[in-house]
C-alpha cells in the first residue's frame, strides 16, 4: 500500500482546504480509511474516517461540523474537506488505511500510512 496525501497549505483562520489521499497501489477499495493529526509536541489524533463505500462516516468531536470526509472507490481517493479552519487544526495530517472496512477511530486498527501533508492556519 503507498497512501500519498495532499492538499496542505498555509490558510487564514475561517478559511478552507481540501485534502486527498490518493492511493497509487490501489488496494483499499475494500477497507476504512481515516485521516488523523498531529501537532508539534502533541500525540497523533483521530479526526475523521469513512468506511470502504462511503456509507458511515465518524469525526472527532474537535472537527464535526466542520470537516467533511468522502471517498471516490473508482479513483481511489478519500478526501477530507476542511471549513471554518481554526489555528488549532494547525497540524501534518495523515491518512491511514484501516484493517477492516470500518471507519474506525484509534490508531491501531490502522495498518498503513501516508507521509502526511502540513496544515498551518494562521490567526
Known amino acids: 500500500v503507498q497512501l500519498q496525501a495532499s492538499g496542505g497549505g498555509l490558510v487564514q483562520a475561517g478559511g478552507s482546504l481540501r485534502l486527498s489521499c490518493a492511493d497509487s497501489?490501489?488496494?483499499?477499495?475494500?477497507?476504512?480509511v481515516g485521516w488523523f493529526r498531529q501537532a508539534p509536541g502533541k500525540e497523533r489524533e483521530f479526526v475523521a474516517a469513512i468506511s470502504w463505500n462511503g456509507g458511515s462516516t465518524t469525526y472527532s468531536d474537535d472537527v464535526k461540523g466542520r470537516f467533511t470526509i468522502s471517498r471516490d472507490r473508482g479513483k481511489y481517493t478519500v478526501d477530507l474537506q476542511m471549513n471554518s479552519l481554526k489555528s488549532e487544526d494547525t497540524a501534518v495530517y495523515y491518512c491511514?488505511?484501516?484493517?477492516?472496512?470500518?471507519?474506525?477511530?484509534?490508531?491501531?486498527?490502522?495498518?498503513?500510512w501516508g507521509q502526511g501533508t502540513l496544515v498551518t492556519v494562521s490567526s
Open positions: 497501489r490501489r488496494t483499499f477499495s475494500n477497507n476504512g
Open positions: 491511514a488505511r484501516a484493517r477492516s472496512s470500518f471507519a474506525a477511530t484509534t490508531r491501531s486498527q490502522y495498518n498503513a
